[in-house]
């Protein structure tokens, strides 16, 4: 499984990014697609799954901003972010949580400007 994250860029408080989590490989072991971000000096934490069902989780501080939606066709994930804050700038990942272990992407980094 692999996975390629992109959108990410600067983008001032209040504002909107979304960005893509492209997967690959074997899709049909996958349960679950996480978003992760990682702030400087602090530990990466989890922002939200989307399940192969297609519900979703939050975590408290994302939710009613955030949304994870896919699009099955392109096998593509993507984090719609909206009412941006700084405390939002960090580093954000996906990861496939697959039959044979967990896989991560490349990071991509989210600046949010007070």
């Known amino acids: 499984v692999q996975l390629q994250a992109s959108g990410g860029g600067l983008v001032q408080a209040g504002g909107s990014l979304r960005l893509s989590c492209a997967v690959s490989?074997?899709?049909?072991?996958?349960?679950?697609i996480d978003w992760y971000r990682q702030a400087p000096g602090k530990q990466r934490e989890l922002v939200g799954t989307?399940?192969?069902?297609?519900?979703?989780y939050y975590a408290g501080s994302v939710k009613g901003r955030f949304a994870i939606s896919r699009d099955s066709a392109k096998n593509t994930v993507y984090l719609q972010m909206n009412s941006l804050k700084p405390e939002d700038t960090g580093v954000y990942y996906c990861?496939?949580?697959?039959?044979?272990?967990?896989?991560w992407g490349q990071g991509t980094q989210v600046t949010v400007s007070s």
């Open positions: 989307i399940f192969s069902g297609g519900g979703t």
């Open positions: 990861k496939a949580q697959a039959v044979s272990g967990d896989y």
């Open positions: 490989g074997s899709i049909f072991s996958i349960n679950g």
